[in-house]
């Protein structure tokens, strides 16, 4: 498969720099790639959990199904309380949830009730029940309980209509729909399938957990973090493990992969001197572009397709495998698992609690502390050492500072953009 000729036109325009590409151009230019995938499947509304909509779901019923009451109380006709006073009305019936109570309020009458429970006939409003006392089927209800007719009732269909359009097609499924679905009596639908990613680690220096190393050896964490973060993306992943700074292990490797999978993701091989030996690779087998980002961590990352399948190839420091993904990956893989609006991350403004030092020219992810001040507000400081290899700065930290490329050193007190690492959905 070629690129698309748009690409490979923006890739000869003046403001295509290889080496020094903003992170917004990069976004820009891998979305152009982006070609979801169209199969589909039916799942009970419990596995569509995270996965997205492959077509519109529409209400079978109204939501609620009937006018019920939103409090513990009495349902009245708001014309018989008399305003200013203590109104005295005779209780004639009961409504719980679940057990209407069958009778019409009659002037002068009104029903106990309970939140939920349907409305009686003839009745409009309910009053609270520490509004008013009951003594021998007699209830007093206080001078002005309620203002107007309507008050405390929920009325039918005010959550969702018959035949209405609940959901759109290409929407990701959360906690909220599935209970909305569930409130429809809708027990199966339709999402697209999952997107197949395929990952490995490159490096002559790592080791999998289990083996013991020898010296200048290390563990593959990449692997790990990547299977991490695909995996609360709801992917089907296939790990193939660590391969060596071989060609022909290489070669074997990126071949097997693209033809098992939509998406081929790598950590490491792709940075100065090893990205030459890489880069003739995929150029045998696809059409990959190589890239400096101006960002800090993770300048080095490739992009592009090998056979059929995208590929990422992320830098091999393990801050800026983690970086990359969440900047880059993330919503280019939402893209093609259907999702129609993929935001970017939010992002706010937070004071900083000190000094940041940061040298014009790149777009820097600083790992962050976002923290009560004590004022109710939030101020926020890095984790530290912002070394490209320190994962631990990943663990500290709940948030990225992301200092725009022209932005200089930053003094305690300034404002600067905030991402969060952690969502409540
Ligand atoms: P590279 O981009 O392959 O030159 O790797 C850059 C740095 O990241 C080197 O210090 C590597 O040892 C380290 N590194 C590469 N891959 C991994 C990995 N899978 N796990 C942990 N560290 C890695
Ligand atoms: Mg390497």
């Known amino acids: 498969m070629s690129l698309p000729a748009s690409l490979r036109e923006l890739s000869c325009a003046d403001d295509y720099d290889p080496d020094s590409m903003p992170v917004a151009r990069a976004r820009e230019l891998i979305r152009t790639f ?6 589909t499947e039916r799942v009970h509304i419990r596995h569509a959990l995270s996965r997205v909509l492959a077509a519109d779901v529409v209400s079978p019923l109204a939501v609620p199904g009937h006018d019920n009451s939103a409090m513990d109380g009495y349902a009245v006709r708001f014309a018989d309380l008399a305003p200013g006073e203590e109104t ?12 209407p109570s069958g009778v019409t309020v009659g002037p002068g009458q009104c029903v106990r009730i309970f939140t939920g429970a349907v409305m009686p006939a003839g009745a409009d409003s309910v009053v609270m029940q520490e509004r008013a006392s009951e003594d021998g089927g007699r209830v007093r209800i206080a ?17 969702l209509k018959a035949g209405q359009v609940v959901f759109r097609q290409g929407q990701r499924v959360h ?31 790592l ?3 289990g083996t013991p190393l020898a010296e200048g050896e290390i563990y593959d964490s990449n692997r790990y973090t990547i299977y991490g973060m695909l995996t609360r993306l709801d992917c089907d992943l296939l790990d193939m493990g660590v391969v060596p700074d071989v060609p022909d292990a290489l070669e074997r490797a990126f071949a097997a992969a693209a033809a ?40 080095p990352l490739a992009y592009g397709r090998i056979g059929g399948a995208h590929f990422f190839g992320l830098p091999g420091n393990p801050v800026s495998v983690m970086v990359t993904f969440y900047e880059f990956v993330q919503d280019a893989l939402r893209i093609l ?17 000190a000094p940041i030092r940061k040298v014009p020219g790149r777009t820097e ?20 050492d912002q070394g490209s290899g320190i994962l631990s700065s990943m663990s500290q930290a709940n948030c990225f500072i992301v200092l725009a490329a022209e932005t200089g050193n930053c003094a305690a007190g300034d404002l600067v953009d905030v991402q969060l690492l952690e969502g409540l959905i």
């Open 34 to 39: 982006l070609v979801p995938v169209t199969a």
């Open 88 to 99: 005295t009305l005779v209780r004639v019936g009961e409504s719980f949830a679940g057990k």
């Open 143 to 159: 001078a002005g309980a309620i203002t107007k007719a309507g008050q405390n009732r929920r009325f039918a269909g005010e959550d």
């Open 175 to 205: 906690p909220a729909e599935l209970g909305m679905m569930a409130s429809l009596g809708i027990g199966e639908v339709t999402v697209y399938r999952k997107l197949r990613v395929a990952f490995f680690s490159t490096g002559d220096e």
């Open 207 to 209: 080791r999998s957990i």
């Open 260 to 299: 098992a999978a939509d998406v081929v993701i790598t950590s490491g091989g792709v940075s100065v001197g090893e990205a030459d030996f890489v880069k003739q690779l995929l150029d045998k087998l696809g059409e990959v572009l190589f890239w400096k980002i101006a960002m800090k961590p993770g300048r």
């Open 337 to 353: 698992q259907g999702q129609r609006e993929v935001a970017p991350l939010p992002t706010f403004k937070v004071a900083l609690s």
């Open 365 to 384: 992810f600083q790992r962050g502390i976002l923290a009560a001040d004590g004022k109710g507000g939030f101020t926020v400081r890095t984790t530290g």
